[in-house]
């Protein structure tokens, strides 16, 4: 069984993947719930009077949310870079969860918005042309936030990487190896003519290191 501290320090990098992954999900889903309407209803004076219609006047703040989402993933990143200074390893998500989940989610938003829009469950909502094809864009544009997600943990390592390679120069610098010397030959002073008959006691006159 592993220890308290290993299972603790697994889970808090699984939680900061998924800090990193999910706005990235998030936007994601918003491009391709966006383009679904772009493609089902190409007039723009019908898509704008669908969108009204069916609940979706809270995008009005999309700017708002895209702002937060975007200084969310700059603090999870950070926090990533950090956790790599330290020699943790950051573990990845696997492909599907960045096409699964924005499916989902995107089913979800589709039918709360008509139910807070008409207050009864829509199960109309699948049967809709924007609903399909809602899903069909799910799969291209959450494999390239799976891509997006990647190049930030491995932009996060590869910053990771310089810093610690700049503090071990410095240590290096600060604390040089003596160890690593290479042997040398010391030459001392000859001894005068009167000390030969002490020969035997004394010091040699070459001495290797």
Do not use: N
Request: glycine residues 8%; contains cysteine.
């Amino acid at each position: 069984m592993a220890p308290p501290f290993v299972e603790h320090s697994w889970y808090v990098r699984r939680a900061l993947t998924w800090f990193v992954a999910l706005p990235v999900m998030v936007v994601g889903s918003q491009v391709a719930h966006g383009l679904a309407y772009w493609w089902a209803y190409p007039l723009s004076d019908l898509r704008a009077a669908v969108l009204a219609h069916s609940g979706h006047g809270y995008l009005a703040y999309a700017p708002v949310a895209v702002g937060f989402l975007v200084a969310a993933e700059l603090v999870a990143v950070a926090f990533a870079m950090v956790d790599r200074v330290r020699g943790r390893p950051v573990r990845g998500l696997p492909p599907w969860a960045f096409v699964l989940i924005p499916a989902l989610g995107f089913t979800l938003q589709e039918h709360l918005e008509r139910l807070f829009a008409y207050g009864v469950f829509p199960w109309w909502a699948v049967q809709e042309p924007s609903f399909w094809r809602g899903l069909v864009l799910q799969l291209p544009v959450g494999l390239l936030a799976c891509l997006i997600a990647r190049l930030l943990l491995k932009t996060a390592s590869a910053v990771a990487r310089a810093i610690r390679a700049r503090r071990g120069g410095q240590l290096a610098a600060r604390w040089p190896d003596f160890g690593r010397r290479r042997p040398g030959v010391v030459v001392l002073p000859r001894l005068a003519p009167l000390a030969g008959a002490a020969a035997g006691r004394a010091p040699p006159l070459f001495v290797r290191l």
